[in-house]
């Protein structure tokens, strides 16, 4: 064994020491914390009432935190992420919606400037339009990753806003579910998202994102119009690019106007030249450069605010489209589609570590350091530069003298 396999396993094996493989365990002095936690509610001008309404019989729940460790968003290949949210039942729900709710979503296209289709796929990837808005108690949810999470902090600033939904009167404690991570409503909200942006769309004087659509998609749309979205601007498209191209230029930070595009040879995905408008974009490849590539714009950008995710924002944005009528993506099916684990992006990490390159965290996570130590790795081995982390790149890494 030579020195860097010795060192790639001895940090692979501390860092899953750390991590442990088993399913998260739940420190014992929650309750300890959680009252600490009302003392700083009170503090802040929760009343004592919405505090025993939210926390009745309040215990951690384990399977949070499973969940928190297997977001699909970060484990699943793109194609995977892709044919599991656009379903034929999916797409044909989404176009009868279209039609049963022309009239609501007229109103609110004219008065915020987000297509009808973009909000629906919204509401189709949420909630499957409706069909199931999660069943978690949210305060218990929300103390839960509080008191266990990576993301402490930020959870612990949502519970007090959920918190303060309560105690606004919109919902009562008892009503309030929804997903493992505290989103609610159709439209999956987090706390502070429903404090600041939701609307009463329907004219009753609460804001309900459970029951009444009008105010969901009125909520959602006021949403992305007030994070920057540009009325009459598309989120992107899928491309075709040319034998040759430099791969490196593919990334969200690459920005450049479609004419520069096209002078790279970067066309429409049958062929035909880039629109001629004064639009800057970048080019994404969320399956690497085997898989299919977009041209992405300020919109897509306005997506990513709702959620971090590259395949949720593409999906997103395909499920628009294919809610017009517009094809399914053309290019990329024969990439490779092996399911990468986040034990194997472990493994990815620590045999780049050991070549000296900065990972970050040996988390599991392929974050933007861990891309960019893949991008340096692929360029001093002569490989396509895309700094996409997956099966075949740890086997090459682990081929490699």
Not at 167 to 191: I, R, T
Not at 332 to 337: E, F, H, L, Q, T
């Amino acid at each position: 064994m030579t020195f860097r396999h010795l060192f790639c396993a001895l940090c692979c094996a501390s860092a899953l020491a750390a991590r442990g493989d088993e399913a998260p365990e739940l420190a014992p002095d929650f309750s300890a914390w959680l009252s600490q936690f009302k003392q700083e509610a009170l503090a802040q001008g929760i009343s004592r009432t919405t505090l025993d309404a939210a926390f009745t019989d309040a215990q951690p729940l384990p399977q949070v935190l499973e969940k928190d460790q297997s977001q699909p968003e970060f484990i699943e290949t793109f194609w995977t992420y892709l044919d599991k949210r656009l379903s034929p039942q999916r797409l044909e729900w989404g176009q009868a919606a279209l039609l049963e709710r022309k009239a609501l979503l007229d109103e609110i296209e004219a008065r915020y400037g987000v297509p009808a289709s973009v909000l629906v796929a919204f509401w189709g990837l949420e909630t499957n339009y409706g069909d199931y808005l999660g069943d978690f108690p949210i305060p218990a949810a929300l103390a839960t990753l509080a008191f266990n999470s990576r993301r402490s902090g930020f959870f612990r600033r949502e519970l007090l806003q959920a918190l303060r939904l309560i105690e606004a009167g919109d919902v009562a404690a008892a009503d309030m579910k929804g997903s493992w991570a505290g989103a609610m409503g159709q439209v999956q909200f987090m706390p502070s998202t429903y404090l600041r942006y939701a609307v009463d769309g329907d004219g009753d004087g609460h804001k309900n994102l459970w029951s009444s659509l009008p105010d969901a998609l009125n909520s959602a749309a006021h949403y992305l119009r007030e994070i920057g979205w540009r009325p009459g601007e598309p989120w992107g498209r899928e491309v075709r690019l040319p034998d040759g191209f430099d791969w490196e230029s593919a990334r969200l930070s690459v920005k450049k106007r479609n004419k520069d595009w096209a002078a790279l040879g970067v066309r429409q995905v049958e062929g035909s030249p880039l629109p001629d408008a004064d639009l800057a974009g970048a080019l994404v490849l969320p399956q690497g450069h085997a898989g299919p590539a977009f041209l992405v714009y300020r919109n897509f950008e306005v997506i990513l605010g709702w959620n971090r995710s590259l395949n949720y924002a593409l999906a997103v944005g395909h499920l628009s489209d294919r809610l017009l009528g517009l094809p399914a993506l053309h290019h990329g099916r024969d990439a490779d589609n092996r399911p990468l684990s986040r034990d194997q992006v472990m493994d990815t990490q620590c045999l780049l570590a050991a070549r000296g390159l900065d990972v970050g965290d040996l988390d599991g996570v392929p974050g933007p350091r861990t891309r960019e130590a893949i991008r340096a790795w692929q360029k001093a081995a002569g490989l396509p530069v895309d700094g996409y982390a997956s099966v075949g790149l740890l086997e090459q890494l682990q081929a490699a003298p």
